[in-house]
């Protein structure tokens, strides 16, 4: 256990020499026919802490409410999606999208891919744990992980199902609750460990804070866009630990303003304050 604020040092830095998608190429997938709104959030969040942000929906009415919400996002069609896995330093695939075969397809094409992916929402109840491996994470609230793995959403329980599938969890509460057991969980990677010692090298956190203006819909659509940005240039640990302090971080500094009485919206354009804060203090 430790701080979640000491990991913020760790954070990449962009060069001052740095050129365009050096400091992170995201890919979203995200939103359905009742959910626009989870597409849009995502999207907003995550393209404050990259360089290129891509944006794919089976939905096209999403993709124009995308559009419309802001100029920071590439929108690409169904047949430029391979490739820009392939391009992507990471993925979030799920917030707002239906729980159907076509979700499926796209989360197992996704995990076959075996690149950083964030899976959310429906991609969690979509994944098959088979499928699971050391370069995904998974951030379900208490219902989705018992949909997702049969079993009450404790910490007992996380950190067993993060051991069994080899997987990063970041599992949503007042409290949240962090394990990595992935490759890239544990400092130094595989390359400078035995793998008796990987299996055993789980890192867990607990993240508290945060108020009950974080229980607002979309607010979690906001936490996982920017867990997956802030991935493609850091570990899994460092990102599920700073997007969890720096998401509760901006709806404490809300709350002062305005009680519990903000929206997602606000707390997605409130994360780039409260992540220069926290590191200024860390």
Do not use: W
């Amino acid at each position: 256990m430790g701080s979640a604020q000491k990991y913020l040092k760790s954070l990449h830095k962009p060069s001052s020499s740095s050129h365009k998608g050096q400091n992170g190429i995201a890919l979203i997938i995200a939103g359905g026919k009742k959910y626009h709104g989870s597409a849009v959030l995502s999207v907003i969040a995550a393209s404050r802490f990259v360089d290129l942000l891509y944006f794919y929906s089976p939905s096209a009415k999403v993709e124009f409410f995308v559009r419309k919400a802001t100029p920071c996002v590439i929108c690409i069609a169904k047949n430029e999606l391979e490739a820009h896995i392939r391009k992507a330093d990471a993925i979030l695939i799920g917030p707002g999208m239906e729980t159907d075969a076509r979700t499926k397809k796209l989360v197992h094409f996704v995990l076959a891919a075996r690149k950083k992916c964030v899976l959310d929402a429906s991609a969690i109840r979509c994944a098959k744990l088979g499928e699971l491996h050391a370069r995904c994470v998974l951030t379900p609230h208490v219902k989705e992980f018992k949909a997702a793995f049969g079993m009450d959403a404790n910490e007992k329980n996380a950190l067993s199902c993060a051991k069994k599938y080899k997987c990063n969890i970041l599992l949503k509460g007042k409290t949240d609750f962090i394990v990595a057991a992935g490759d890239e969980g544990v400092a130094g990677g595989r390359a400078q460990m035995k793998m008796r010692e990987l299996v055993r090298a789980v890192k867990i956190l607990k993240v508290a804070g945060g108020n009950a203006g974080l229980a607002h819909g979309g607010t979690g659509d906001v936490l996982a866009g920017l867990l997956c940005a802030l991935l493609c240039k850091n570990g899994f640990f460092a990102s599920m630990a700073a997007a969890s302090f720096v998401n509760k971080k901006a709806g404490e500094t809300l709350a002062k303003k305005f009680g519990t009485n903000f929206s997602a919206l606000d707390l997605a354009n409130g994360l780039s304050s409260a992540l220069f804060r926290a590191r200024r203090y860390s």
